[in-house]
């Protein structure tokens, strides 16, 4: 375990905050493609409720925890995230 953190130490703050942030970003991406999917969809969803809300809860959680730490790379990631699992929530709702 001491090896590992000590692998992980490697790298200023700035470069650890641009790799979240990308790695945010496609994660934001996945998102993105379900809910152009459920656009293009006419039948009804077949997502959860309650996974989709689920997710919508753990982006919260980490745009505040970003906001409260000033985190840039959990601001920007989870803020497009959480609104796009916001949008998706909404549509599943909808349909």
Request: hydrophobic content about 55%; glycine content about 8%.
């Given at each position: 375990?001491?090896?590992?953190?000590n692998?992980?130490q490697?790298?200023?703050?700035?470069?650890?905050?641009?790799?979240?942030?990308?790695?945010?970003?496609?994660g934001?991406?996945?998102?993105?493609?379900?809910?152009?999917?459920?656009?293009?969809?006419?039948?009804?969803s077949?997502?959860s409720?309650g996974?989709?809300?689920g997710?919508?809860?753990v982006?919260?959680?980490?745009?505040?925890?970003?906001?409260?730490?000033?985190?840039?790379?959990?601001?920007?990631?989870?803020?497009?995230?959480?609104?796009?699992?916001?949008?998706?929530?909404?549509?599943?709702?909808?349909?």
């Amino acid at each position: 375990m001491k090896k590992l953190i000590n692998t992980i130490q490697v790298g200023s703050d700035k470069q650890w905050d641009v790799a979240g942030t990308v790695f945010g970003l496609l994660g934001s991406l996945a998102i993105l493609s379900q809910l152009l999917s459920e656009f293009e969809r006419q039948t009804p969803s077949t997502l959860s409720f309650g996974f989709v809300f689920g997710f919508l809860m753990v982006y919260g959680f980490w745009l505040f925890y970003g906001l409260r730490f000033k985190r840039p790379a959990l601001i920007i990631s989870n803020i497009i995230a959480f609104s796009l699992q916001f949008t998706l929530l909404i549509i599943i709702s909808i349909k």
